[in-house]
């Protein structure tokens, strides 16, 4: 077995985790003061920021989860799946966040979320968990935006200091709750300019650049981030496209048969940003990104690719 290749850099992934609970399948909504009965449950670590860091682990990439955590019965078992963040972690006196989700007959799901831990996360506590100084090739990713409220209030300052302390950042915004308006694109505005990757799939990359077609969104996009970044729109079963500077890719996903979507865009976020950390080139990262996604979504309980099959892609290339 070879070696894996050595690297000094980290991967920060700042942001929600809560606790998912998915029952399936529901076929009718009950009555009211009824009781339905259905056939599977699940009980995992959720949020955009969990479900990342679980790829992350699994494909043995050096990152760190930045979060906080509530004070209830979840919350030592949060923290025992990520002993090497969790320590870290401020715990506020509240519920844990907690997602609960219903399977319906077409695969589509409907979510119910309390707000728990996660609106309480603060740009300190974040601060307080990332190094004064960044390593050469460290990046950022930040991912919930518009859960975290209390840490959204404070993107822009975050991001500046971020920037400041030498990280390469990374945002995958999600869709906003209340759906995107021309003053919530204004207020991002403020921090995208401090943005060197966005990685959004292809309905929130329209919506945010507020245009028809993912090519006038991501060149309307570019112009308001950081030199040298890029816009990448993951496009399910399409695969993935990047755009940069004098620059555009796409890489097409494999037909899999699909069990489990949820986390697909996390999952592709942590193939696509372990790339990176290892010095890889941007093409090589959409490859991993697509990859570990598909491995996700088709695969239950979820399995990952591990680190030696997708530096074989490299070799092949």
């Known amino acids: 077995m070879k070696a894996k290749p050595d690297t000094h850099t980290t991967l920060y992934v700042v942001g929600n985790i809560n606790v998912d609970l998915i029952m399936s399948t529901l076929y009718e909504w009950p009555k009211k003061g009824t009781e339905a009965m259905l056939e599977s449950s699940s009980l995992r670590p959720g949020g955009s920021a969990g479900n990342c860091a679980l790829a992350l682990?699994?494909?043995?990439?050096?990152?760190?989860?930045?979060?906080?955590?509530?004070?209830?019965?979840?919350?030592?078992?949060?923290?025992?799946?990520?002993?090497e963040s969790a320590p870290y972690w401020p715990t506020y006196d509240c519920e844990t966040s907690l997602t609960f989700g219903v399977t319906h007959p077409d695969h589509e799901r409907t979510f119910f979320s309390n707000q728990g831990h996660i609106v309480r996360l603060s740009m300190q506590d974040v601060l307080a968990q990332v190094p004064e100084m960044a390593q050469p090739g460290d990046w950022v990713l930040l991912c919930g935006t518009w859960l975290c409220t209390t840490l959204y209030a404070e993107y822009p300052q975050l991001l500046a200091t971020l920037k400041q302390r030498g990280y390469r950042i990374a945002v995958d915004s999600g869709w906003p709750p209340e759906d995107?308006?021309?003053?919530l694109r204004e207020q991002a505005n403020k921090w995208l300019k401090y943005c060197d990757a966005l990685l959004l799939n292809e309905v929130e990359t329209l919506g945010f650049a507020n245009a028809k077609t993912l090519e006038s969104a991501a060149k309307n996009l570019l112009e308001q981030m950081a030199d040298n970044a890029f816009c990448v729109a993951k496009c399910g079963p399409d695969g993935a496209r990047l755009w940069a500077k004098d620059l555009t890719l796409y890489q097409q996903a494999e037909p899999v048969e699909v069990v489990d979507t949820i986390g697909a865009g996390d999952?592709?976020?942590?193939g696509f940003l372990s790339a990176l950390i290892y010095g890889l080139p941007p093409a090589t990262a959409l490859q991993w990104g697509v990859r570990v996604a598909g491995c996700a979504i088709s695969s239950s309980p979820r399995q990952y690719p591990d680190w030696q099959s997708?530096?074989?892609?490299?070799?092949?290339?």
Request: proline share 5%.
């Open 57 to 83: 682990a699994a494909l043995e990439s050096p990152y760190r989860l930045v979060a906080n955590q509530g004070n209830d019965q979840f919350t030592g078992w949060l923290a025992s799946l990520f002993p």
């Open 267 to 270: 999952s592709f976020n942590a």
């Open 180 to 183: 995107w308006s021309d003053a």
């Open 310 to 317: 997708l530096f074989g892609l490299v070799e092949k290339i």
